[in-house]
């Protein structure tokens, strides 16, 4: 399940959204849990309790016994891509985050359900974080403000550095990357050390 929280939402008539993502079956779910999930429009599932489980569910009067209908912004079946989905649920909130706005998007659901699947995502299929930093990334190219003499503050403010305060931070900065570089050759070279002793 995808959450997408939006402050300021103009034109959302509902600040939360709630998308559900139904993962294909694996090789051990399928038979058993096939006909546990029916997606029956766009934005309705049907949930029936495995056929597995209801000997025990019978026993449990807690439990639900029968089907039951759940809706939600949207429903995404195990057909949909990594791509369908991005376009469905977070390319507007990405591009409302480029104009300023705000917003917050967190998967949520039972262990090995497909919350990292959908998050990030295998190097050869990526998820909605790795896609939304393209976007953005891809979106301030040429409108980056060349200058050093600004500071973020927590997330919204921002302050002018003197001429010495900048020279602090770039100094601090040059310092960063050069003990990067050597972490880069020091992991590098034990890296291939490993490979040689193996
Ligand atoms: N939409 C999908 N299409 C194909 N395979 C998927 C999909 N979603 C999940 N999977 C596969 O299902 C398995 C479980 O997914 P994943 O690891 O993302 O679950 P998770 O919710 O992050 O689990 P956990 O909470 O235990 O970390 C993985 O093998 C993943 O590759």
Known sequence: ?????????????????????????????????????????????????????QSNRQSDKSLPQTAQRFTFTQVFGPEASQRKVFEGSVRGLVRDVLQGGNCLVFTYGVTNAGKTFTFLGPDHDSGLLPRSLSVIFNSIEGRLYGRCDLKPQRCRDFSRLTPDQQATESSSKRNLLRMLKEVRRATGSVAAWCERVR
Request: glycine share 6%; charged share 25%.
């Open 1 to 53: 399940m995808l959450l997408s929280l939006q402050d300021d939402a103009q034109e959302q008539s509902e600040n939360l959204q709630v998308y559900l993502r139904v993962r294909p079956f694996t090789a051990a779910e399928s038979g058993s849990g096939e006909d546990c999930v029916t997606i029956e429009g766009p934005d309705t599932v049907i949930l029936k309790p495995p056929r597995s489980c």
